[in-house]
T-cell receptor, first 116, second 110 residues
Framework: DGGITQSPKYLFRKEGQNVTLSCEQN?????MYWYRQDPGQGLRLIYY???????QKGDIAEGYSVSREKKESFPLTVTSAQKNPTAFYLC???????????????FGAGSRLTVL | DAKTTQPNSMESNEEEPVHLPCNHS???????IHWYRQLPSQGPEYVIH???SNVNNRMASLAIAEDRKSSTLILHRATLRDAAVYYC???????????FGTGTKLQVIP
């Protein structure tokens, strides 16, 4: 079945450590996104990528980095510069239909990061 | 980016219809209206989307006002599994980012 796989599901990190969250999709989607969700809050956009080797900052990119070397992969690194990294991280993808259609998003199950 | 406004929470009795409102007074002519829902500790799930006309699918119906400044997601018979946070978002299509607000938390009462 096609979908988005995020790993790990749960991750614990010590302060000052970088950590990388994996996101892989086999939907042949062009666009991929990373969101952060804090308890009781909505989703905030961290980074997004429309094509391979290109990505743009979202609303809260500081302290995060991404790469898009392959169409199916969009890993997110939470760096030590992120002051409050404990959150639920969601990866999504869309076919990116251009001006013809609408960007229907498919989400992964999420990764919960806790900083000790 | 055009914004949406939704009530923070709503309640519904089980097996009753539910109307979830969304205001988007600054919507542009090319913005699609999307609805997603999120169960606790899961990723959001696509529900329905539309541009101008009302839309129906197996999950729900979407009613869009004639001036497109508001829309309503309709769940015809609420079940306990429909208890979730429902997000109404606007998407310009094409190469534009998609952003989410805080949504409406729907509680279904047995």
């Amino acid at each position: 079945d096609g979908g988005i796989t995020q790993s790990p599901k749960y991750l614990f990190r010590k302060e000052g450590q970088n950590v990388t969250l994996s996101c892989e999709q086999n939907l042949n989607h062009d666009a991929m996104y990373w969101y952060r969700q804090d308890p009781g809050q909505g989703l905030r956009l961290i980074y997004y990528s429309q094509i391979v080797n290109d990505f743009q900052k979202g609303d809260i990119a500081e302290g995060y980095s991404v790469s898009r070397e392959k169409k199916e992969s969009f890993p997110l690194t939470v760096t030590s510069a992120q002051k409050n990294p404990t959150a639920f991280y969601l990866c999504a993808s869309s076919i990116n239909a251009g001006r013809i259609g609408a960007n229907v998003l498919t989400f992964g199950a999420g990764s919960r990061l806790t900083v000790l | 980016d055009a914004k949406t406004t939704q009530p923070n929470s709503m309640e519904s009795n089980e097996e009753e219809p539910v109307h979830l409102p969304c205001n988007h007074s600054t919507i542009s002519g090319t913005d699609y209206i999307h609805w997603y829902r999120q169960l606790p500790s899961q990723g959001p799930e696509y529900v329905i989307h539309g541009l101008t006309s009302n839309v129906n699918n197996r999950m729900a119906s979407l009613a869009i006002a004639e001036d497109r400044k508001s829309s309503t997601l309709i769940l015809h018979r609420a079940t306990l599994r429909d208890a979730a946070v429902y997000y109404c978002i606007l998407d310009s299509g094409g190469y534009q980012k998609v952003t989410f607000g805080t949504g409406t938390k729907l509680q279904v009462i047995p």
